[in-house]
């Protein structure tokens, strides 16, 4: 095929992703030098649009950016009032007193908050300092310096047949080339992938772990709503050998934030994820606040929880990983909106200083290291040990180590048990079908749970069924040769949106299914699979999830 030819666009800085670190770093850009050329580019419809997040907002990136967002009208206007903590069992639960909890771990001074409005907001404050923000721009590839170094994405490729010949509307897209080019595209970004692997950014990280979140938002009884109450359970229904645990946010209007995260080191395939979501509502607790509420919308996305040692090398020639991209959530306080701005905040100085003294594509050094030594590195630090105890002794000796490794840590600046490590990847951590038992779960009731294809219905999730599948099969033999007898291929039960089926015909081989319309963009698949067979790529500009107010 012949090679394609597209125009090109030169900025000082291009940004893939408008999410928190995104944006931040678009606006101290500017904030630093009006005369830079920032241009945002951000896959969903809109901005926002593939945001989703619980979340309790730890607003110390935001008063970085600007001191008065109250006078500037942010969406930040539920701070947290009461916070609690549940250890479940089936039928009840017991209360941890807060002052058994380490300091960190208190939400004083946090706020409830949609995230996707928050970033709405930071869009709109970066478009007043003359951000170019363009929406529905998948980036598809990644273009290099003749060096070697990162150049530039390819972005706004539209009209690609099934087959992926291009088609009779076909659209090449452009090249927007950078100084620097930043990759905040969130958890298990697709060009972030690639870059770590070409520069070997990993080298000296840890696996990369990972939690699938999956969350509702309720419109309940005013009688029960309770604003700024924050709620957190560990415990029933995944139990004592699988680590997740689930959030309740009370913001305004009468709606809650429900929501529940499975880790994916589970063991057992025939584990469901989703549906551990769906019968965790109907615990007593839970149930009593939903009945007589509607939900108004459902999503889902992985979280990263490998934790400071996972961070891999974040700034590579021509550009540097933000946010999520490098793996910057806090574990046990279940926040890293913050950490992602403090990040997007880092890169802009260090490439802004860059650019003014002349350079242009070389490695940032300085961002890597004040990420580690400054702001994001102290908080990641004294709970890098969580995910690791979690892992090998379970959610209740996780509990009560952790806890105490958090206490030491507060009190003397360092840990007895040193720097641990994640003994395996997430995919690595399935095994073999024969090894455990199918789990009922109960049938949802339509009233408090749902099956999945009813729930992806309120994600608003839209894809062009013409255009190449996004879901790419390295070897397509795998899910029936490989994982069906091995594992009964766990892709039926781990995606949150029904993407995957094995379908048996009597008289038929069986036969491994994609309905990629489904996709919420989670990367569960590209995460869990235990071949790792599977690769998560972009879809056309503005496909997938429309959340609102996630």
């Given at each position: ?422 003994r395996k990847s997430d995919a690595q951590a399935t095994e073999p079908a024969a090894r455990h038992q199918p789990i009922d779960y109960p ?108």
């Amino acid at each position: 095929m012949a090679e394609i030819e597209r125009e090109a666009m030169d900025y000082d800085v291009v940004i893939v992703g408008a999410g928190p670190a995104g944006l931040s770093a678009a606006i101290r850009l500017k904030q630093i030098d009006a005369d830079l050329n920032v241009v945002v580019l951000e896959k969903g419809s809109e901005v926002g649009a593939h945001i989703l997040s619980g979340a309790v907002l730890d607003v110390s990136g935001l008063n970085r950016l600007f001191k008065d967002w109250k006078k500037r009208g942010a969406p930040i206007n539920v701070p947290v009032r009461k916070d609690r903590f549940y250890v479940m069992g089936e039928a009840g639960q017991i209360r941890i007193p807060n002052f058994l909890m380490p300091p960190l771990m208190n939400n004083h001074g946090c706020y409830i908050v949609s995230m996707g409005n928050v970033c709405r907001w930071l869009a709109e404050q970066a478009d007043a300092l003359g951000v170019e923000i363009f929406p529905g721009m998948s980036c598809s590839e990644l273009v290099y310096r003749e060096d070697g170094s990162l150049k530039g994405v390819v972005a706004g490729e539209f009209g690609r047949n099934a087959d992926g010949t291009p088609g009779p509307n076909y659209e090449p897209g452009m090249e927007l080339h950078g100084k620097y080019v930043f990759l905040s595209e969130g958890a298990r970004g697709s060009l972030s992938k690639q870059v770590i692997e070409k520069f070997g950014l990993d080298k000296e990280a840890d696996f990369p772990k990972f939690g699938l979140g999956m969350k509702e938002i309720w419109e309940i009884d005013p009688a029960k709503h309770r604003a700024g109450t924050v709620t957190h359970t560990m415990g029933w229904p995944l139990g004592w050998k699988n680590g997740g645990g689930s959030f309740i946010y009370h913001l305004d209007n009468n709606q809650v934030y429900v929501g529940y995260i499975v880790d994916l080191s589970y063991k057992n395939p025939y584990l469901y994820p989703y549906m551990e979501f769906q019968r965790f509502k109907h615990h007593p607790m839970v149930a009593d606040l939903l009945k007589g509420g509607k939900r108004v919308a459902y999503g889902a996305r992985v979280v990263t929880k490998g934790g400071y040692q996972s961070i891999p090398k974040s700034a590579f020639p021509g550009g540097a990983l933000l946010g999520c991209s490098a793996g910057l959530v806090n574990l046990p306080r279940i926040k890293g909106n913050h950490n992602a701005m403090l990040s997007g905040i880092e890169a802009a100085e260090a490439a802004a200083a860059a650019i003014k003294g002349g350079r242009a594509g070389d490695e940032l050094a300085d961002y890597d290291k004040t990420l580690r030594e400054g702001p994001v590195g102290k908080d990641l630090k004294p709970v890098r040990n969580v995910a690791p105890l979690n892992g090998r002794w379970g959610v209740l000796a996780g509990l009560v180590l952790g806890g105490f490794d958090m206490w030491f840590q507060s009190i003397f600046r360092f840990s007895l048990l040193g720097t641990m490590k994640h003994r395996k990847s997430d995919a690595q951590a399935t095994e073999p079908a024969a090894r455990h038992q199918p789990i009922d779960y109960p049938k949802p009731d339509g009233t408090i749970s749902f099956d999945r294809l009813t729930n992806v219905a309120f994600s608003f999730t839209n894809h062009e069924e013409s255009q190449p599948c996004h879901l790419k099969l390295k070897d397509p033999d795998v899910p029936i040769r490989v994982n069906l007898p091995t594992y009964d291929e766990p892709a039926q039960r781990y995606c949150p949106a029904g993407v995957y089926e094995v379908l048996e015909e009597e008289g038929k081989p069986p036969k491994f299914v994609i309905n990629f319309q489904n996709c919420v963009h989670c990367k569960t698949c590209d995460i869990k699979d235990p071949s790792e067979n599977i690769v998560w790529t972009v879809p056309q500009g503005g496909d997938g999830p429309n959340y609102p107010n996630m």
